[in-house]
C-alpha cells in the first residue's frame, strides 16, 4: 500500500504538532478556511475488512477509512477511501455501500489499482470474471496490476477493454474454463496491453477457447504465456 500524505500544524508557541494524515479532501479547501483544521485533525479509521468498514454507522462525511484487506488483514486487497455522500455506481471496488447510506470511495495513486482490491480471488475456484469486469468498467484508473499468488484467478472469460493495461506482478496464472453454454471468446481490445501474465485454457472440449485480438490497432501483449487453447485460434507470444 501507498504512504498516507502526511502533514504538521503549527502551535502558537511556533513549535509544531506530530505528523497527522492528511485527508484526501483537504488539499481542495482554502487554508483560511474554517473546516481545514477539522478535516486535518480527523485521524483515519482502521478496519480488518471491507466488511468491517461498511459495517461501521459512525462513519461520516470526510472521514478516510483504511482496509487491512478486503475480506482479511493481508489478503492484498488492502485500500484506502474516503467517506462520501451521494448517489454512485455501487461497484464493490471503486465505490462501497456503506450500512449507514455513505459511500467509501476508493483513494487510487498513480492511476493504478489492484485486482483484489475489487474482491478478486486466487484460490482457482472463486470465479473473477466480474472483479475483472468491474475493475476495467468503472475504475478511474486504466492500470490495473494483478499479483501473483499461490494459486489462479478463475474466470470463465477474460475480455480486456480499450485503453486497459493488464499487468501481472510476478507471473499470476489466470485459468480461463469457458462457459460453454455462452461460447464466450476472451479477447483484447485496442489500444490496450497485457503484461506478465500466464493465460491457461481449462475447457476439456475447446469449444469456444479462443483468445483473440479484437480492432487489433494498439493492442499489445508483452511477455504472456498461452497455453490449452485451439493453436490455430490463439494468438501466442
Not at 486535518?40 to 461520516?60: F, R
Not at 486497459?164 to 510476478?170: A, K, R, T
Request: glycine share 6%.
Amino acid at each position: 500500500m501507498d504512504k498516507l500524505k502526511y502533514v504538521k500544524l503549527e502551535n502558537e508557541d511556533g513549535s509544531y504538532s506530530e505528523s497527522i494524515p492528511l485527508a484526501a479532501d483537504a488539499e481542495y479547501i482554502d487554508i483560511n478556511g474554517d473546516a481545514l483544521p477539522k478535516i486535518l485533525n480527523k485521524k483515519p479509521y482502521y478496519y480488518n475488512s471491507v466488511a468491517d468498514m461498511k459495517a461501521d454507522t459512525k462513519l461520516q462525511v470526510g472521514d478516510m477509512a483504511i482496509t487491512l484487506g478486503y475480506y482479511e488483514p493481508n489478503d492484498g486487497g488492502a485500500a484506502e477511501y474516503n467517506i462520501v455522500k451521494g448517489t454512485f455506481h455501487i461497484d464493490y471496488g471503486t465505490y462501497h455501500q456503506l450500512d449507514n447510506n455513505l459511500v467509501a470511495e476508493l483513494i487510487t495513486h498513480n492511476d493504478t489499482v489492484n485486482i483484489l482490491q475489487y474482491g478478486a480471488k486466487a484460490d482457482g475456484i472463486y470465479n473473477n470474471r466480474n472483479n475483472f469486469t468491474r475493475a476495467m468498467s468503472y475504475s478511474k484508473c486504466h492500470h490495473i496490476i494483478v499479483p501473483e499468488k499461490e494459486k489462479s484467478y478463475l474466470v470463465t472469460a477474460l475480455q480486456i477493454q480499450p485503453d486497459i493495461f493488464l499487468e501481472g506482478i510476478g507471473f499470476p496464472k489466470i485459468d480461463i474454463d469457458f462457459d460453454n453454454a455462452e461460447n464466450v471468446t476472451s479477447s483484447i481490445k485496442g489500444r490496450s496491453t497485457m503484461k506478465n501474465l500466464y493465460i491457461n485454457c481449462l475447457a476439456e472440449n475447446k469449444y469456444g477457447s479462443r483468445f483473440a485480438i479484437e480492432n487489433s490497432d494498439g493492442a499489445k501483449i508483452l511477455n504472456c504465456k498461452f497455453e490449452g487453447f485451439r493453436d490455430t485460434d490463439t494468438y501466442n507470444a
